[in-house]
């Protein structure tokens, strides 16, 4: 653990000094005093459990699959591009980072369908390439899946608690940390 730490810390300084230091994503101020709204973040959990549990079966899943597939193993993740970029002319908005759907999330300005389209959409866009034997990144496609979730039911919960909800934009932070603390096994 200490070496981890240690190399954070030169990773991090190193990359501020050449790079920038300012966050990845402008995070607005959020206020927390309504108590009963844990019920609802309690919820969130639980949603996120269920959606990392969708993510991790479509990922294995197509893992298996894709090694029973009788092809050289060369043209698996040839096979696995091709798909994603089928499902990319569909659905534009699963390629690149998504820091972007993030930051646009936090902001509110994505439909309560786009943010369950997008969601969806990545998990079988992380499913596709990674599986088949190309490569790809499995953290920042989790971040932008938890802060959609998280942002989808922040949007819904206010719907239907308009009561409970002081701020449905919290709900993508959340759900951010939660749905990637989930998959990834690092609750802390």
Not at 77 to 91: E, F, I
Not at 159 to 171: D, G, H, I, K, W
Request: positive net charge; proline residues 7%; glycine residues 12%.
């Amino acid at each position: 653990l200490v070496p981890c730490i240690i190399s954070s810390i030169v990773a991090y300084t190193l990359f501020g000094s050449l790079v920038d230091w300012k966050p990845i994503l402008a995070t607005p101020h959020f206020r927390f005093d309504r108590p009963a709204e844990l019920l609802l973040f309690l919820a969130l959990g639980l949603v996120c459990a269920g959606m990392g549990w969708v993510y991790l079966k479509t990922f294995y899943g197509l893992r298996n699959q894709f090694r029973k597939l009788p092809l050289p193993k060369a043209l698996r993740p040839a096979l696995g591009g091709l798909l994603l970029g089928v499902l990319a002319s569909a659905v534009p908005q699963v390629l690149g980072s998504g820091y972007g759907w993030i930051q646009a999330a936090l902001y509110g300005r994505l439909a309560l369908w786009v943010m369950v389209v997008v969601a969806l959409a990545k998990i079988l866009a992380t499913s596709l390439p990674i599986p088949s034997g190309g490569s790809g990144g499995v953290f920042a496609p989790g971040l932008v899946i938890g802060a959609l979730v998280g942002g989808a039911f922040g949007a819904t919960a206010q719907s239907l608690f308009p009561a409970m909800v002081q701020e449905p934009r919290a709900y993508v932070l959340v759900g951010m940390a939660g749905f990637f603390a989930g998959v990834a096994k690092t609750p802390i």
